[in-house]
C-alpha cells in the first residue's frame, strides 16, 4: 500500500463526505477522500463512524500544531485506509 506522510495543509467534514489535502516535504500536494457519498452506504457501520471521528481528530491536532500524518491508502486511489500521526 501506497504512503503519504506530509503536513496538513486542508481539512473539509461535511456529513456527506470528508477530504483533507496533504503537502509533503517536497512541495508536492495531494488530496485524500476520508468519506464521500450522498446517502449512508450500507457498509459504514458504528465502527467506520467511529474511525472516520478518530481520522479527523488525528487530522485537526496536525493541522493545528504543525505536525505531519502519514497516510495509507490503495495504488491508484485517493481513498484512505490509515491516518498516523507523525
Same mark, same amino acid.
Given at each position: 500500500?501506497?504512503?503519504?506522510?506530509?503536513?496538513?495543509?486542508?481539512?473539509?467534514?461535511?456529513?456527506?463526505?470528508?477530504?483533507?489535502?496533504?503537502?509533503?516535504?517536497?512541495?508536492?500536494t495531494e488530496t485524500f477522500i476520508l468519506w464521500f457519498g450522498s446517502s449512508i452506504p450500507s457498509q459504514l457501520n458504528?465502527?467506520? %463512524?467511529?474511525? /472516520? =471521528?478518530?481520522?479527523?481528530? !488525528?487530522? %485537526?491536532?496536525? /493541522? =493545528?500544531?504543525?505536525?505531519? !500524518?502519514?497516510?495509507?491508502?490503495? =495504488?491508484?486511489?485517493?481513498?484512505?485506509?490509515?491516518?498516523?500521526?507523525?
Amino acid at each position: 500500500m501506497p504512503r503519504m506522510t506530509g503536513t496538513v495543509n486542508c481539512l473539509q467534514i461535511a456529513e456527506i463526505a470528508g477530504f483533507t489535502t496533504i503537502e509533503d516535504a517536497g512541495g508536492n500536494t495531494e488530496t485524500f477522500i476520508l468519506w464521500f457519498g450522498s446517502s449512508i452506504p450500507s457498509q459504514l457501520n458504528a465502527f467506520t %463512524r467511529v474511525v /472516520h =471521528s478518530m481520522w479527523v481528530s !488525528v487530522l %485537526r491536532e496536525a /493541522h =493545528s500544531n504543525g505536525k505531519t !500524518v502519514t497516510i495509507t491508502h490503495p =495504488s491508484g486511489s485517493a481513498e484512505i485506509l490509515n491516518i498516523e500521526l507523525g
